[in-house]
């Protein structure tokens, strides 16, 4: 009850963003002291909402909550809703989602219309290779929605009930479309693929799948902070940090993970399974084959899943070699079992609002239990019958993989070169649309407190919206992940300039 | 010599290995004889023909039609693929402000314009079935209980309880009154759930109802509102046959109630709808939560990122469904085809000496055999039920699948067919009852 009463009054809006902050910092400092990292001060460690999510979101979350926008509006009374809900009706005060609001409220910077807006970084979004597809789509469907030649339209055959998991010729479109990406000595089968509505809903099911409410997966940090609502939100399972560090550019220590394991062990969490992306977000390494083989030996070691996050395989621009998991186990004499990769079509062919994300796995028990979970998070008929001409098109699909690589690794090449020039290095990156900007120089003291007002300056000084490390749980503070894929090369001297004016404050 | 160890087989949790998916009971069981033997009109005229699928295949001419008529609607927008970009990149679980928008006046016209929606309230799922664990994981915690009427939808065995860990009381109905909800009912269903140390969360309606294919009345909504109001507790109302009662007049939401009673303790109130059954398009996986909470609002916002409806298919359905000429128009003429159809059948039965319950709504009928079988049990219903996917090759649905009290009681769909087939099947039962009447 006493739970309830004070955080009422903050969904209701009376309380502002402060309130916000306080009330459920204090109760989550308290029910999570033991996934404190060592800072001076830990912002609530509660689930927020999609990194990609558009900033809009949060801009009507604010108003949806205050009373006076809703016409038929019941009141507030005493009607209880689930602690579960409690805790995830809360506003959000992560820096990443202010930022976002930030953006929407003062309108996104437009180099005609609006100068002075923020420039938008803190989106994993790809802007480049649009023209291709919309190229694509004018040419094989004239225009139509519906996937179809105009005058040729068959609502019954796509109306109807459809395998939850997934038309056929959609898996058997994907299966050979990630093999393309994955690299050519991956055959994915597509009965073992199982079509959900993102890679969002993939997540939450695997997690469903793997482990029960109070299990843990362990996590190598920093992390895409959409995790912690994918896994923890309603599955209840928890992630156990493994910290990466710079000194090795992030790469997961296995000797890290061990202890991490260990020591949940010893407080009576069991682990269920590790969860990795590679290519990895928010710093945008490739993990090494060799680092990949001590995974899956670990895992096998400890008996426990291995989940693979590749969602950006298709999207390398350097030169390193992406290897996949499902090469690995293909070659190597691994238990199959226990490996379960994620993919979508959000990142790669920056169709995130289509909604096709997929489940690869050769575990017969995992695959049957996720087919009947999609029931849930299907795709949508007629994005399923768009798609599946698109990625067969292989000749269309090497053009825009290829043209995507060449414009991302241009568009990275100019940026990091600019924050190279003031002073800015970053992370040794191959993948992503994403540079893991090295600002330590710029905090005065090593502390989450000094990253996030570097943060708030660039927000409100530089008008720079980027994602702050601790938001990814980084051990270290004063990283950031700046997006550069929603630019274009004449907007990237504007950014550098208006860094370079936080970073002279911050040198004076 | 190698020396063979077993590997430890890696584990599953309990979500991944339990039966609470349900998807062994007979209501699925019959769907897989019709897998295996799918009746056609043409290739397989002695197959089983599935009238255990709501779905309705009457109005697709209407949607293509209108498609057809309007391509804009089933552009990008502004004539070309200009608008593409956006929407491919369009993720935010608020949704398309046109999509909620004609959601709500969709609503609003399949309730004959007696209840007014707010698109800010509208929260879109992909589909119903979504719509409703949703609201299940923000309502109850695990442990805790809705009530839910007998006989019930199959699927809510799962979609209420699966993952969420929350449990189904059943409020026992039975055919002295038509099978309609009383308030010692529900008293008996709290009561129930009360000795057994379980919390109730809320209680949760179909209406129109699955599988009676009968919509609640007036006085029945006033005693549950009153009932859910007494005990501090929610009310889902699901509506997703809302617009296919055969005739307008006679479907009163609660959502009518509610304004009638000035919003008076409407925040325990959610009303889940849907596209699979109005609109005959489950594939486009349409559903919606429409909340008059706030906080649930806002909470079912969040959690719908697992459950988006693509952005592409907002932007195919807003145009068409806010052109309240073409809207107004389906639901006219989807309702006169249901009704004819529902007609049909009714007459049919009768004249094979077959009654049902008196039906007003819906894409089925429920059919009453107690006088049939050979015991009056649940084993005595699934014998006949047996004989009635393997001898007369029809797929119907069971009452001890909807957890129906009473044995005897079958849901019979009418909608996913033709006419030619529907004659095909009534000539089958109409055979089978003669054969059965003379052994």
């Given at each position: 009850?006493?739970?309830?009463?004070?955080?009422?009054?903050?969904v209701q809006?009376r309380?502002?963003?402060?309130?916000?902050?306080?009330?459920?910092?204090?109760?989550?400092?308290f029910?999570?002291?033991?996934?404190?990292?060592?800072?001076?001060?830990?912002?609530s460690?509660?689930?927020?909402?999609?990194?990609?999510?558009?900033?809009s979101?949060l801009v009507?979350?604010?108003?949806s909550?205050s009373?006076?926008n809703l016409?038929s509006r019941g009141?507030?009374?005493?009607?209880?809703v689930s602690?579960?809900?409690?805790?995830i009706?809360?506003p959000?005060?992560?820096?990443?989602?202010?930022?976002?609001?930030?953006?929407?409220?003062g309108g996104?910077?437009?180099?005609l219309d609006?100068?002075n807006?923020?420039i938008q970084?803190?989106l994993?979004?790809n802007?480049?290779?649009?023209?291709?597809?919309e190229?694509?789509v004018?040419?094989k469907f004239?225009?139509s929605?519906?996937?179809t030649?105009?005058g040729?339209l068959?609502?019954?055959?796509?109306?109807?009930?459809?395998?939850?998991?997934?038309?056929i010729?959609?898996?058997?479109?994907m299966?050979?479309?990630?093999?393309?990406?994955?690299g050519?000595?991956?055959?994915?089968d597509?009965?073992q693929i199982v079509?959900?509505?993102?890679?969002t809903?993939a997540?939450?099911i695997l997690s469903?799948?793997?482990?029960?409410?109070?299990n843990?997966f362990l996590?190598?940090?920093p992390?895409?902070?959409?995790f912690?609502r994918?896994?923890?939100w309603r599955p209840g399972?928890?992630?156990?940090?493994?910290?990466?560090?710079?000194t090795d550019?992030?790469?997961?220590?296995?000797?890290?993970?061990?202890?991490?394991?260990t020591?949940?062990k010893?407080?009576?969490?069991?682990?269920?399974g590790?969860?990795?992306?590679?290519?990895?977000?928010?710093?945008?390494n490739?993990?090494?084959?060799?680092?990949i083989c001590?995974?899956?030996e670990?895992?096998q070691e400890?008996?426990?899943?291995?989940i693979?996050?590749e969602?950006f395989?298709?999207?390398?621009?350097?030169?390193?070699?992406?290897?996949?998991m499902a090469?690995?186990?293909?070659?190597?004499?691994?238990d199959?079992?226990?490996?379960?990769?994620?993919y979508g079509?959000s990142?790669?062919?920056?169709?995130p609002?289509?909604?096709?994300?997929?489940?690869y796995?050769?575990?017969?028990?995992?695959?049957a239990?996720?087919?009947?979970?999609t029931?849930?998070?299907?795709?949508?008929a007629?994005?399923?019958?768009l798609?599946i001409?698109?990625?067969?098109d292989?000749?269309?699909?090497?053009?825009?993989?290829?043209t995507?690589?060449r414009?991302?690794?241009?568009?990275?090449?100019?940026f990091?070169?600019?924050?190279?020039?003031i002073g800015?290095?970053?992370?040794?990156?191959?993948?992503?649309?994403?540079?893991?900007?090295?600002?330590?120089?710029?905090?005065?003291?090593y502390?989450e407190k000094?990253e996030?007002?570097?943060?708030?300056k660039l927000?409100n000084?530089?008008?720079?919206?980027?994602?702050?490390?601790s938001?990814c749980?980084?051990?270290?503070p004063?990283?950031?992940?700046?997006c550069?894929?929603?630019?274009?090369?004449?907007?990237?001297?504007?950014v550098?300039d208006?860094?370079q004016r936080?970073?002279?404050?911050?040198?004076? | 010599?190698a020396?063979?160890?077993?590997?430890?087989?890696?584990?599953?949790s309990?979500?991944?290995?339990?039966?609470t998916h349900?998807?062994?009971?007979?209501?699925?069981?019959g769907?897989k004889?019709?897998d295996e033997?799918?009746?056609?009109?043409?290739?397989?005229p002695s197959?089983v023909?599935?009238m255990?699928?709501?779905?309705?295949?009457?109005s697709f001419?209407?949607?293509?039609?209108?498609?057809?008529?309007?391509?804009?609607?089933?552009?990008?927008?502004?004539g070309?693929?200009?608008?593409?970009?956006?929407?491919?990149?369009?993720?935010d679980?608020?949704?398309l402000?046109?999509?909620?928008k004609?959601?709500?006046s969709?609503m609003e016209?399949?309730r004959?314009g007696?209840?007014?929606?707010?698109p800010n309230?509208v929260v879109?799922?992909a589909?119903?079935t979504?719509?409703n664990?949703?609201?299940?994981?923000?309502?109850?915690?695990p442990g805790d209980a809705?009530?839910?009427?007998t006989p019930?939808?199959?699927?809510?065995?799962?979609?209420?309880?699966w993952r969420?860990?929350?449990?189904?009381?059943?409020?026992h109905?039975?055919?002295?009154?038509n099978f309609?909800?009383?308030t010692p009912?529900?008293?008996?269903?709290?009561s129930?759930?009360?000795?057994?140390n379980?919390k109730?969360?809320g209680?949760?309606?179909?209406?129109?109802?699955?599988?009676?294919g009968?919509?609640?009345?007036?006085s029945?909504?006033?005693?549950?509102l009153?009932?859910?109001t007494?005990k501090n507790i929610?009310?889902?109302?699901?509506?997703?046959?809302?617009g296919s009662?055969?005739s307008?007049?006679?479907f009163i939401?609660?959502?009518?109630?509610l304004?009638?009673?000035?919003?008076?303790?409407?925040e325990?109130v959610?009303?889940?709808?849907?596209l699979?059954k109005?609109?005959?398009?489950?594939g486009f996986r349409?559903g919606?939560?429409?909340?008059y909470?706030?906080?649930?609002?806002?909470t079912?916002?969040?959690?719908?990122?697992f459950?988006?409806?693509?952005?592409q298919t907002?932007?195919?359905l807003a145009?068409?469904?806010?052109?309240?000429?073409?809207?107004?128009?389906?639901?006219k003429?989807?309702?006169e085809?249901?009704?004819k159809?529902y007609d049909?059948?009714i007459?049919?039965?009768?004249?094979a000496g077959?009654d049902?319950?008196?039906g007003?709504?819906g894409?089925?009928?429920?059919?009453?055999?107690?006088?049939?079988l050979?015991k009056?049990?649940r084993?005595?219903e699934?014998?006949l039920w047996?004989s009635?996917?393997?001898e007369v090759?029809l797929?119907?649905?069971?009452?001890s699948?909807?957890h129906c009290?009473?044995p005897g009681?079958?849901r019979v769909?009418?909608a996913?067919?033709s006419?030619?087939t529907?004659?095909v099947?009534?000539?089958?039962?109409?055979?089978?009852?003669?054969?059965?009447?003379?052994?």
């Open positions: 009850m006493r739970l309830i009463v004070p955080l009422q009054g903050v809006g309380g502002g963003l402060i309130l916000g902050s306080l009330i459920p910092c204090a109760l989550f400092y029910l999570q002291v033991y996934l404190k990292r060592r800072r001076p001060r830990n912002p460690l509660k689930p927020p909402p999609s990194p990609s999510h558009s900033s979101n009507e979350l604010q108003r909550s009373r006076s016409s009141s507030i009374g005493t009607v209880q602690s579960r809900a409690s805790s009706a809360k959000n005060d992560s820096p990443y989602y202010i930022g976002l609001d930030k953006v929407a409220a996104p910077y437009d180099r609006n100068p807006g923020v970084l803190g994993s979004e802007r480049l290779c649009f023209d291709l597809i190229k694509w004018s040419e004239a225009g929605i519906l996937g030649e105009s040729n068959n609502i019954s055959g796509i109306a109807a009930y459809q395998p939850c998991d997934g038309l010729e959609l898996k058997m479109a299966a050979g479309f990630m093999s393309r990406i994955m050519r000595s991956v055959s994915i597509p009965s079509l959900t509505s993102g890679a809903p997540i939450e469903f799948c793997l482990a029960d409410q109070g843990a996590v190598p940090t992390y895409y902070p959409g912690d994918d896994v923890r399972v928890e992630l156990i940090p493994i910290h990466c560090r710079s550019n992030f790469t997961l220590n296995i000797t890290v993970l061990d202890q991490a394991f020591q949940a010893k407080r009576g969490v069991k682990v269920r590790i969860l990795i992306s590679n290519p990895a977000n928010p710093v945008g490739l993990l090494s084959r060799e680092t001590s995974i899956l670990f895992a400890k008996n426990i899943h291995v693979s996050d969602i395989a298709g999207s390398i621009y350097g030169s390193e070699e992406f290897v996949s090469e690995i186990i293909e070659a190597e004499d691994f199959k079992n226990r490996v379960h990769i994620i079509l990142k790669d062919l920056s169709l609002g289509f909604r096709v994300g997929v489940i796995s050769h575990n017969e028990v995992v695959l239990a996720a087919k009947r979970l029931r849930f998070s299907s795709i949508s007629p994005t399923q019958q798609i001409p698109m990625i067969l292989t000749k269309f699909i090497e053009e825009y993989i290829e995507s690589r414009r991302t690794r241009h568009m990275y090449e100019i990091v070169a600019g924050l190279n020039q800015i290095k970053c992370a040794k990156s191959s993948a992503g649309f994403y540079c893991w900007a090295d600002m330590r120089g710029l905090i005065p003291s502390s000094d996030l007002e570097l943060w708030d927000l000084v530089a008008k720079i919206n980027v994602t702050p490390g938001a749980h980084c051990i270290e004063g990283w950031f992940r700046c550069f894929t929603t630019l274009t090369a004449d907007d990237i001297p504007v550098i208006r860094i936080v970073v002279e404050t911050c040198k004076s | 010599m020396i063979e160890i077993e590997q430890p087989c890696v584990g599953l309990k979500v991944a290995v339990s039966e349900g998807e062994d009971s007979p209501y699925f069981a769907w004889a019709y033997n799918p009746y056609d009109e043409t290739t397989n197959g023909i599935q255990g699928l709501a779905e309705n295949q009457v001419d209407l949607l293509e039609k209108y498609l057809e008529e309007h391509s804009e609607a089933s552009s990008w927008g502004k070309s693929v200009s608008g593409f970009r956006e929407n491919a990149l369009f993720q679980y608020h949704g402000l046109s999509f909620r004609a959601m709500a969709f016209q399949v004959g007696r209840a007014k929606f707010d309230r879109l799922t589909g119903a979504a719509a664990e949703l609201l299940t994981f923000i309502l109850a915690d809705l009530l839910v009427p019930y939808y199959p699927g809510f065995d799962r979609d209420l309880r969420t860990g929350v449990k189904i009381v059943p409020i109905c039975d055919s002295s009154n309609q909800i009383t009912a529900l008293e008996a269903a709290y129930e759930a009360e000795s057994m379980i109730v969360r209680v949760l309606i179909t209406n129109p109802s699955n599988p009676l009968a919509t609640v009345q007036r029945v909504l006033e005693d549950i009153d009932f859910v007494r929610h009310l889902v109302s699901d509506e997703i046959y809302s009662v055969f307008s007049s006679e939401s609660v959502a009518e109630i304004e009638a009673r000035q919003y008076k303790n409407s325990r959610h009303i889940v709808y849907s699979s109005d609109l005959g398009l489950p349409v919606t939560i429409y909340s909470n706030d906080k649930v609002v806002t079912a916002r969040r959690m719908s990122s459950t988006l409806i693509s952005s907002q932007h195919l145009s068409m469904l806010s052109d309240k000429c073409f809207t107004e128009n389906y639901i003429i989807n309702r085809r249901l009704r159809r049909m059948i007459e049919g039965l009768r004249s077959i049902c319950l008196k007003n709504a894409l089925f009928c429920w059919m009453n055999l107690s006088p049939f050979e009056p049990t084993e005595g699934l014998a047996n009635m996917v393997h090759k797929n119907i649905s069971p009452g699948s909807c009290s009473e009681w079958f769909c009418f996913n067919m006419e030619q529907l004659e099947a009534l000539k089958r039962i109409h055979n089978f009852m003669v054969k059965k009447r003379s052994e």
